[in-house]
Structures are given as structure tokens and as C-alpha cells.
């Protein structure tokens, strides 16, 4: 058995689309490897901030940024 799930459907701004296919026609990274380290990283945030001794007393730090 895979440890992948199903497709899943995303929607994103032209703006990100413009910027992920830059970096996949460059074959840097493609727009699944981009939404698994996005993943990857909300999954790591939620655990420190589970766990007050760990949390960033700056709470900047831990925010993401507009766009």
C-alpha cells in the first residue's frame, strides 16, 4: 500500500501559479513537492505551538505572510 493519498484539488492565485511555474519549467520544483513542503511546514507549526516549551516567544515568528 502507497503512503500517498488520493488527488486532492487546490485553488491558487495567478500570482502563485506564475511563480510555481517558473521554478517547474526550471525543474526545481514541481507544484506537488511545493504543496507537500507547504504541508509539511503548517503540520511542524502546529506541533511547536502545541507544545508551549517549544513555542517562538515571537509570535512573528510563527505567522505567515500576506499576500
Do not use: C, F, K
Not at 510555481?20 to 514541481?30: E, Q, T, V, Y
Not at 506537488?32 to 515571537?58: C, F, G, I, K, T
Amino acid at each position: 500500500m502507497s503512503d500517498y493519498a488520493l488527488p486532492v484539488s487546490v485553488s491558487i492565485t495567478q500570482q502563485q501559479l506564475a511563480w510555481l511555474d517558473a521554478r517547474r519549467r526550471h525543474g526545481s520544483l514541481s507544484r506537488s513537492a511545493a504543496l507537500r513542503q507547504v504541508l509539511d511546514a503548517a503540520m511542524d507549526r502546529e506541533l511547536l505551538l502545541d507544545r508551549p516549551d517549544r513555542a517562538s516567544p515571537n509570535p512573528a515568528a510563527t505567522s505567515t505572510a500576506s499576500r
